[in-house]
């Protein structure tokens, strides 16, 4: 079984910074990409920013504010800087993984349980 554990969400004020992290455990042979995604009620879930070996994208309207970067020597963690914050940030921030699981063999899509960024005017 694979768990994604985020953290660092919570209240800032506009301008202000908040640094997510998650980190993957369990049964995980490797992992092929991280990612990070938002979520408001009522709207659909949409990526914020996604690493892979081959490199990053990010949302339009994230970029030049936020950062995702990878923990290489634990290769489980994923961090998401936020910098520059405006209340249309406001939303909950969930960590995926596309990884591969060893018991099991499998190929999944793994969810966090997900972590709130409010932003405030």
């Known amino acids: 079984q694979v768990q994604l554990v985020e953290s660092g969400g919570g209240l800032v004020q506009t301008g202000g910074s908040l640094r997510l992290s998650c980190v993957a455990s369990?049964?995980?042979?490797?992992?092929?990409?991280m990612g990070w995604y938002r979520q408001a009620p009522g709207k659909q879930r949409e990526l914020v920013a996604r690493?892979?070996?081959?490199?990053?994208?990010y949302a339009d309207s994230v970029k030049g504010r936020f950062t995702i970067s990878r923990d290489d020597a634990k290769n489980t963690t994923v961090y998401l800087q936020m910098n520059s914050l405006k209340p249309e940030d406001t939303d909950v921030y969930y960590c995926?993984?596309?990884?591969?699981?060893?018991?099991?063999?499998?190929?999944?899509?793994?969810w966090g349980q997900g972590t709130l960024v409010t932003v405030s005017s």
């Open positions: 369990g049964s995980i042979f490797s992992i092929n990409a």
């Open positions: 690493i892979t070996s081959g490199g990053t994208n």
């Open positions: 995926h993984a596309d990884l591969y699981t060893t018991t099991p063999v499998a190929y999944l899509g793994v």
